[in-house]
């Protein structure tokens, strides 16, 4: 049995989620992305990615900034503060669970 | 002259045809950092190398200097052109840099022992550089079309 498996309970499951950790992880790597860049490096419908991006964005984890670049609209996306430490921590807990596991 | 067209033509060519198809990332300083790092490196290589020059030329070995570049041209050329392309491939992550840059230190050292007029290389160079670049940007439009709807109406959802 692991050491401590009860870090596994603390593991964020907004983040857990296989799609929102895949969008998470590509905005963890760069300071922004837009919303096409992120639908072709993910393979996802943009509706699906819509619906992810929004639970992420309600959880405070995203930033979305809607803009105008040269007069067309534009969806700018960003990890926030909020999002980047709930990563790190979302890693550390699955460290110490795989870490706790017998070789 | 030539870095003052070719810039906004490839910030153009970025928006016009790169962005509406893949999108646009920003990237986190660490490659920034590694671009100035190494614009910072080729300007300090390039103020040593003609201050070397010039204090070569005050104790008056000239002349020497003079025979050495002037015999030894292509090589020195091919081997800073190599040496640039291959800091710009790995900076940027682009390996068809490193290809460009071995060609040139090919032709050019190829250059030193037949004797063929310095404009056949450059227009080589140009000429495999222009038509990989065609190649690779057909490549490109085929494989990523510029989708709308959907894309839009779920962004607008957001």
Redesign the interface.
């Known amino acids: 049995m692991p050491k401590n498996p009860s870090n596994l309970k603390n593991i964020d499951r907004l983040i857990h989620e296989p799609t929102r950790l895949m969008i998470i992880t590509q905005l963890y790597v760069v300071e922004s992305a837009d919303f096409l860049f992120l639908q072709h490096q993910l393979q996802m419908t943009p509706g699906n990615l819509s619906s992810h991006l929004s639970k992420l964005e309600e959880a405070g984890y995203v930033e979305i900034v809607k803009e105008f670049v040269e007069r067309k609209p534009h969806t700018a996306l960003k990890l926030t503060k909020k999002g980047r430490s709930a990563f790190k921590e979302y890693q550390q807990n699955l460290k110490q669970v795989f870490n706790a596991l017998p070789k | 002259m030539y870095t003052a067209i070719m810039i906004p033509v490839w910030i153009s060519a970025k ?1 016009r045809i790169t ?11 660490r490659g920034a950092y590694r671009l100035m790092a190494v614009f910072l490196g080729l300007m300090v290589f390039g103020l040593g190398t003609s201050m070397a020059f010039t204090f070569a030329s005050s104790q008056g070995w000239a002349l020497t200097l003079k025979n050495l570049v002037v015999l030894n041209g292509m090589i020195i050329i091919g081997v800073a052109a190599a040496t640039i392309s291959s800091l710009f491939a790995y900076t940027m992550g682009l390996k068809r840099l490193y290809a460009y840059g071995l060609l040139t230190l090919v032709l050019f050292l190829t250059g030193h022992f037949i004797t063929i007029p310095f404009g056949y290389f450059l227009v080589t160079i140009g000429l495999v550089i222009i038509i990989t670049g065609f190649v690779l940007l057909m490549r490109f439009i085929r494989k ?1 079309p510029i989708t709308q709807g ?9």
């Open positions: 928006k962005m509406p198809r893949i999108g646009y990332v920003k990237f986190r300083s990523y959907d894309k839009k109406n779920a962004e607008k959802s957001l």
